[in-house]
């Protein structure tokens, strides 16, 4: 009698490998549709978090082009302008690459700190093209920057439970 095959142990096809941080990112995207009243958008961008932390955790998970396609993506979900999260999304990734050129070694707390950045630019730049210059939301979206920040080591440490998986497999 042959002992029950853990799903974990077991070897993953290469597509699959390839595919899971493509559905995770794309899986951060879909919370924006669960419906959740609240009196202020506090909601954090879920995929993009997540597209942070696999590059800065797995560098190699995602192609260079890869958030072009995943912004478009959250561009449909979340109802953002179409294109905005596609420019803001590549812009980071090409932040994040130069960092990588200017550092040999960084510890996660210099990766938080550049997710930081990243999250700022993409809020504030979604910010600059969503809503008109007078709108009175910059209170709220201070805030809303600070809890997407503080919730990065938080999908930083799911990427990585899901790369070990990924890897072990």
């Known amino acids: 009698m042959t ?15 390839r595919a899971i941080p493509w559905l995770t990112v ?3 995207s879909l919370v924006t549709i669960v419906p959740v009243g609240a009196t202020l958008a506090l909601l954090p961008p879920c995929g993009l ?11 190699l998970a995602l192609r260079r082009w890869a958030p072009a396609l995943l912004g478009l993506f959250d561009d449909l ?10 420019m803001l999304w590549t812009l980071a990734f090409f932040l994040i690459d130069l960092f990588d050129q200017r550092t040999l070694f960084r510890a996660f ?39 997407t920040a503080l919730l990065f080591p938080y999908a930083a440490r799911l990427v990585a439970w899901i790369d070990r998986r990924r890897a072990a497999a």
């Open 77 to 86: 979900v979340s109802g953002q302008p179409l294109g905005s999260a596609m």
């Open 109 to 147: 707390a210099q990766d938080w700190l550049i997710a930081a950045a990243a999250i700022a630019v993409c809020l504030i730049g979604g910010r600059l093209v969503a809503s008109p210059l007078g709108a009175h939301v910059d209170g709220v979206l201070v805030v809303q920057v600070v809890v």
């Open 3 to 17: 002992p029950p095959r853990d799903p974990f142990t077991q070897s993953l096809p290469v597509s699959r490998a």
């Open 26 to 28: 794309m899986a951060g």
């Open 49 to 59: 978090l997540m597209l942070l932390a696999w590059r800065l955790l797995a560098p």
